[in-house]
Structures are given as C-alpha cells and as structure tokens.
C-alpha cells in the first residue's frame, strides 16, 4: 500500500472520530421546542381548622337569689327576708301532686332459666282455632297483649289463648278482674312459661 492511500484512511478515521466526538456537542438539543406541560389536578382545598371548643359548666342561679338581688336591701335588712317570704309563699301555693311510680326498685325472682318470674292469664282453650284467632283479634282491638298456644297432640290439640305477661303478680290480678268484666271469661292465673324453639 503506498502512503498516500496510508494517509487518506488515517484522515478519514480522524475526521469520523472528530465527527462522533463534537457533533452530539453541537447539536445537544438544547434550542428544541418543549411543549408547555400542564397539570390537571385542582389545587389543594383551603381547609379553616376551627378552634378547639371549651366547655363551660352552666350557672344556676335560684329563683329566690334573683329576687334578693333585685329588692335593694335597706332598713337593716328586710328586704331580702320579705324576698325570701314571697318566694315561700309562692312555693306553698303550687299544687304538689304525687303518683305512683311506675317502676319499682324490687328485684323480681328469677326462675329456672334466669328470668323474672311472670305471671299471665289463661283466658280460653278452644278446639277450634278459628275461634281463638277471634278471640285473640278482639283481645288485641282492646289493647291487651295476647297470644295462642297449641296443647296437646296433632290429632286432639287445644288452643289456649294467654294475656299478658306481667312480672308483678298483683297487676296480673287486676288484669284478671278487667278481662272478665269485658269478656265475661273466668281466665286462671298461670305462670309464664318461655316456649322452647
């Protein structure tokens, strides 16, 4: 190979790596258009954080404490004694009435299973259900809690129609007495017995 061909191959791999070097320098990109970028999200909501509350106990202030403080207290001090004399007369003059209270403190007996022991009225037994169902219908147009119980076998099964229960005996006594003014029925006074399932 003679030099001049020698000479030409070394310019051109010069020029190649000269090119490879300084032409990514020259064309970086950096004048390129970038399209504008923008975000969807809403901006982030502007949230008030209320003070904490404080709890303030509220003042009572007595009716006869009002009246002492409105009536000046001159000549020795009876205006408030005659203050306190208006407030207890207009205490007696209201009328005070009493009732019984409708619960009572009494710890009722327990039974075997853990309740109270109740009591309920065994009204009728039929052998036709229909006359039951009637029977239970008119009980409840009254207002009475009422409900039907099958005795006995398929073939021979009796349709004992209960009221009640009640967890005070004496209460099931007077319920007694009501139902056999409104429904001319000697109903027998039974214990309340939880139906198995």
């Given at each position: ?60 202030i ?11 207290a ?9 203050a ?111 139906k198995?399932?």
């Amino acid at each position: 190979m003679n030099q001049g061909t020698k000479q030409r191959i070394v310019g051109t791999v010069v020029l190649l790596t000269a090119a490879i070097v300084f032409l990514p320098i020259i064309f970086d990109g950096g004048g390129s258009y970038q399209p504008a970028i923008s975000s969807r999200m809403p901006e982030p909501p502007q949230v008030s954080i209320l003070p904490q509350p404080v709890q303030n106990r509220p003042v009572i202030i007595a009716d006869t404490e009002l009246e002492a403080q409105a009536v000046p207290a001159t000549g020795g001090g009876t205006a408030s004694v005659d203050a306190e004399a208006e407030s207890a007369d207009a205490q007696e003059t209201v009328p005070v009435t009493t009732s019984e209270p409708v619960f009572s403190r009494e710890v009722p007996e327990l039974n075997s299973v853990g309740l109270p022991a109740s009591w309920v009225v065994r009204l009728a037994s039929f052998s036709d259900g229909d006359n039951a169902r009637n029977l239970l219908a008119r009980l409840h147009d009254a207002g009475y809690k009422a409900y039907i119980r099958s005795v006995g076998s398929a073939e021979d099964a009796l349709s004992r129609v209960y009221v009640g229960p009640w967890v005070v005996r004496a209460r099931a006594d007077e319920s007694q007495k009501r139902l056999q003014e409104q429904f001319q029925l000697a109903g027998l006074i039974v214990s309340y017995e939880v139906k198995q399932l």
